[in-house]
C-alpha cells in the first residue's frame, strides 16, 4: 500500500495497516523536510518513490477539500484501510480510499463513500448514507437514516438525530446536536445545532 501524505493521519493509517499485515510499500509527501514517519522513508514525489504501479493508493490527508484534489490527480487504484477492531455490518457498502480507525461502528444498509475518514469510535446506524470525502470524528454518532453530503466534516463528539440530511461540505462543530436539516456549505455549532456562517 501506497500512503499519500506523511503526518498525523498517515501514522494511525500505518498502524492499520500493519495491524491488518498489509505492507507499507512508500509514503509520498510534498513537503521535503519530512524524510522519514514511523521508521518509513517519505519521498517527495511518486517518481522519486519508484512506485510499484500495482500498488493501491490511500490518501493519508486529513482535509477534505485537499484530499479531494489530490486523489483526483492519483492515476492508480485506491484502497481501503480498516482497523480489526471496528465493527462493520456485512450488509454496509464502502467506497475505494477509505479509512476506518479503531471502534467505529458501521451497522446494517450504511453507505459509506469514497476516500472518507471514519474516524476513532464514531458511529453510523443503519442505512446513512455517507458521501465521498467526509470526515466524522472521534466519537461523533450519525443515528439511523442520516445522510451526509460530499465533503463534510462532522466534528469531535456530534450528535446528529435519525433522518436528518445533511448537505456537501457543511461543517458540524464539536459536540454540535443537530436535530434538524443543514444545507450544503453552512457551518452548524450548538446544542441545539444553529448556523453562524457558510463555507465559501
Request: with cysteine; net charge neutral.
Amino acid at each position: 500500500m501506497i500512503l499519500y501524505g506523511a503526518s498525523g493521519h498517515a501514522k494511525v493509517i500505518i498502524e492499520i495497516l500493519e495491524l491488518l499485515g498489509l505492507p507499507v510499500s512508500s509514503l509520498v509527501d510534498a513537503n521535503p523536510n519530512i524524510k522519514t514517519l514511523l521508521g518509513y522513508t517519505v519521498y517527495t514525489s511518486f517518481n522519486n518513490a519508484a512506485i510499484d504501479t500495482n500498488n493501491q493508493v490511500i490518501m493519508a490527508v486529513g482535509n477534505n477539500a485537499l484530499r479531494k484534489k489530490l486523489a483526483a490527480e492519483i492515476l492508480q487504484s485506491f484502497g481501503t484501510a480498516i482497523h480489526p477492531r471496528a465493527i462493520i455490518s456485512s450488509r454496509c457498502e464502502i467506497g475505494p480510499g477509505t479509512v476506518i480507525a479503531a471502534g467505529v461502528v458501521v451497522s446494517s444498509g450504511a453507505s459509506i463513500g469514497s476516500h472518507v475518514i471514519l474516524n476513532t469510535n464514531c458511529v453510523v446506524d443503519h442505512e446513512c448514507t455517507v458521501g465521498n470525502y467526509v470526515h466524522i470524528s472521534p466519537n461523533a454518532a450519525l443515528a439511523g437514516n442520516v445522510t451526509v453530503g460530499e465533503g463534510t466534516h462532522i466534528g469531535i463528539g456530534a450528535c446528529v438525530i435519525q433522518g436528518i440530511k445533511i448537505g456537501n461540505w457543511a461543517t458540524i462543530g464539536a459536540g454540535t446536536v443537530i436535530i434538524k436539516d443543514v444545507p450544503d456549505y453552512a457551518v452548524v455549532v450548538g446544542n441545539p445545532g444553529r448556523i453562524i456562517k457558510y463555507n465559501k
